[in-house]
Nanobody, 124 residues
């Protein structure tokens, strides 16, 4: 069992930066692929970035390429999402998720555990 808690969200002006954290409980967290997803009002949950258990491979959505960076510190049971050059269209609730699968990591069904989410609002 893994429990995930996101933090770091908030209100920021366009062009600004935020760093989200996903803190996990559970001794096997370092074995999981971890992904970040986001969901804006009246829209489906969409993939943002993911990182394999070793940190050796990362995946990202085209919409955040060059602006967002995912990383993990397994010693701290934490995964980070550094978000730079934020745009109003990045406004959403951001969720982290963990799962063992290395297949389909850009889809929600690949993940077994989800956090409660943290709100990110980017003003224009």
């Amino acid at each position: 069992q893994v429990q995930l808690v996101e933090s770091g969200g908030g209100l920021v002006q366009a062009g600004g930066s935020l760093r989200l954290s996903c803190a996990a409980s559970g001794r096997t967290f370092s074995s999981y692929t971890v992904g970040w997803f986001r969901q804006a009002p009246r829209k489906e949950r969409e993939f943002v970035e993911a990182i394999t258990w070793s940190g050796g491979t990362t995946y990202y959505a085209d919409s955040v390429k060059g602006r967002f960076t995912i990383s993990r510190d397994n010693a701290k049971n934490t995964v980070y999402l550094q978000m730079n050059s934020l745009k109003p269209e990045d406004t959403a609730v951001y969720y982290c998720a963990a799962g063992f699968s290395l297949v389909g990591v850009t889809t929600p069904r690949a993940y077994d555990y989800w956090g409660q989410g943290t709100q990110v609002t980017v003003s224009s």
